[in-house]
């Protein structure tokens, strides 16, 4: 539960409290970068219930703890790069090179965010039949 009211405090600053752009290219990227967090971010509901699910089963073996540790690490990769990128809105003087340069990496690592969830919510559903 205390996940819940993180991560929807953390989803109104991405979405509410964006820096201003001073440049379409820079807004463009901005709004790509925040287009595929918005996409994956519900999908943490997924993990939760599906973390749940494999912590009821009676017989816990390797497999069950390998898929719940990577269910863990998207659900924090998620949680990270969403504080990391707070560091984005001490870029408003910067310039237009610094910020494309930032939201290009940005784009690159909320993709693989997102990339590690998907494979995270697809192992485990494999895993319990649930496909």
């Known amino acids: ?7 929807f405090a953390m989803l109104l ?3 509410n409290c964006g820096p201003k ?3 379409e290219e820079v807004k463009i990227l901005y709004d790509k970068v925040i287009e595929i967090h918005d996409e994956v971010m519900p999908k943490i509901s997924d ?3 599906l ?3 494999i912590r009821k089963q009676e ?5 069950s703890l390998n898929i719940m540790k990577q269910l863990e690490d998207a659900d924090d990769a998620m949680m990270t790069w969403m504080s990391d990128f707070q560091v984005y809105k001490t870029y408003k003087d910067s310039t237009k090179e610094s910020k494309l340069k930032y939201l290009n ?3 690159i690592r909320i993709q693989r965010v997102s990339d590690e969830m998907y494979t995270a919510i ?8 649930e496909k």
């Open 122 to 129: 697809n192992t485990a559903k494999d895993y319990l039949n």
């Open 13 to 15: 600053l991405l979405t």
């Open 51 to 53: 973390r749940r699910k």
């Open 105 to 107: 990496g940005e784009k």
């Open 47 to 49: 993990i939760s219930k």
């Open 21 to 23: 752009h001073d440049d």
């Open 59 to 63: 017989n816990k073996g390797t497999q």
């Open 1 to 7: 539960m205390k996940y819940l009211f993180y991560l």
